[in-house]
């Protein structure tokens, strides 16, 4: 069976974009109970951003701090509470941050109408009813979040999206302007997640031509990006890395990710490792995996003169190493795209540990 995806139903791209905000959600404002929530990154409280945001006096604005760990289920559960209790269903949820803030607004889009913990949909399809109208705006460029059919959330027990038809934002406003400050570790970090989504998008059994075509041109940006001559974060930089990151993330969902991601889950879920980074530090010891692109990353890496930590596992203990290793060998899907249907017999638990060691 061939993938049928569902896309972004509709995207603006352009410097200024933002101010087109509340114009676009004036036909939504009629729905269910009237009001429009926004979720923004605590980042930009008291930033002039702040001041363009376009709430109307029924809506509400949270300010989210995500700097403390990455999304959760129980900050999803916490914040639709809030809303249902204090003024009902929301016309729409309007994210606007890097991919943690989009996967906190599309997660709340699906929780404002389905019961219970967010918990208990971490997973395919298992999302029982539609949610409501839900709009990103990305403030950092690299994750795909904008496009992706998953909102990542880490909960009791995983780290795993949910992921659904539903998830994907029915609009997204891309305002390269937008990244204009972020810090220049985290713009080569979330950078680098899509230079790693097309290599991985590439290397594996579920390659096709369809993410070729979007993985080939997001890798050429990501080159000029952070190997050109103009390398750094310039104006037309910024568009184009908001222009690879949607089609990294475009790339992906036609094919999947690999053996990087596997193991950034693994860091993430134990040490609460950002994805970024995380993805940075496996992928610098994934040679046998990715061969020359590797090679490149450090290229880039010391281009930018970026700090990628080293020699971490001699602080993790057996027990912690070799949890990571579950988390990232239950990743079963990675892993088929990345070695096979038998990759079972091509990689054990203890492969995945020594490599592991070698961070
Ligand atoms: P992030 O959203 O976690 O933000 C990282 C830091 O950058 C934060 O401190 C934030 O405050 C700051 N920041 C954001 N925009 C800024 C700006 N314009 N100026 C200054 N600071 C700014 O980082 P990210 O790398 O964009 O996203 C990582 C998250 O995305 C993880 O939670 C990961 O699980 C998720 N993710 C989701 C998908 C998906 O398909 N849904 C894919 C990849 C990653
Ligand atoms: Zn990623």
Redesign the pocket.
Same mark, same amino acid.
């Given at each position: 069976m061939h993938k049928n995806f569902k896309n972004i139903d509709k995207v603006v791209f352009g410097a200024g974009a933002l101010d087109q905000l509340d114009h676009i959600l004036s036909e939504k404002r009629n729905e269910n109970d009237m009001f429009m929530v926004f979720i923004v990154?605590?980042?930009?409280k008291n930033k002039p951003l702040a001041d363009r945001i376009p709430n109307h006096d029924q809506d509400m604005v949270f300010f989210e701090d995500? $700097?403390q760990h990455?999304?959760t289920t129980e900050q999803i559960d916490r914040l639709r509470d809030t809303i249902l209790e204090e003024k009902g269903i929301p016309s729409g949820i309007i994210g606007i941050?890097?991919? *943690?803030?989009? $996967?906190v607004a599309?997660a709340l889009s699906l929780m404002v109408t389905n019961e219970g913990s967010s918990s208990l949909y971490q997973g395919l399809n298992l999302v029982k009813k539609p949610g409501v109208y839900h709009l990103g705006v990305? =403030? =950092?460029s690299? =994750?795909?979040?904008e496009c *992706?059919m998953?909102?990542?959330l880490t909960g009791p027990v995983k780290?795993l #999206?949910l992921k659904c038809d539903w998830t994907v934002f029915n609009q997204v406003i891309l305002d390269p302007d937008?990244?204009? =400050?972020?810090?220049r570790n985290?713009w080569f970090?979330?950078g680098m $997640?899509c230079f790693i989504h097309c290599i991985e998008s590439e290397s594996g059994i579920f390659y096709n031509e369809f993410s070729r075509a979007y993985g080939d041109q997001a890798l050429k940006l990501c080159r000029e990006v952070f190997l050109g001559p103009d390398s750094g974060q310039t104006p037309i930089n910024n568009e184009k890395l908001m222009i690879a990151s949607l089609f990294g #993330?475009l790339s992906l969902t036609y094919s999947e990710v690999g053996a990087c991601h596997a193991f950034s889950y693994g860091l *993430?879920f134990v040490f609460g490792m950002?994805?970024?980074i995380a993805n940075c530090i496996a992928f610098n010891h994934l040679k046998e995996f990715y061969g020359d692109a590797v090679d490149e990353f450090k290229e880039m890496v010391d281009f930018h003169q970026i700090d990628i930590p080293q020699n971490l596992s001699s602080g993790w203990s057996d027990q912690e190493i070799s949890k990571m290793a579950d988390v990232a060998y239950n990743l079963s899907h990675m892993w088929t795209h990345a070695l096979g249907h038998d990759w079972g017999e091509k990689l054990s638990k203890k492969d995945l540990m020594d490599i592991y060691r070698r961070m």
């Open positions: 990154d605590n980042y930009f995500i $700097d990455e999304p941050g890097g991919g *943690s803030i989009m $996967d599309k990305p =403030t =950092t690299g =994750t795909g979040a *992706s998953t909102a990542v780290k #999206g937008l990244t204009m =400050t972020v810090p985290q970090y979330t $997640d #993330g *993430s950002r994805h970024g």
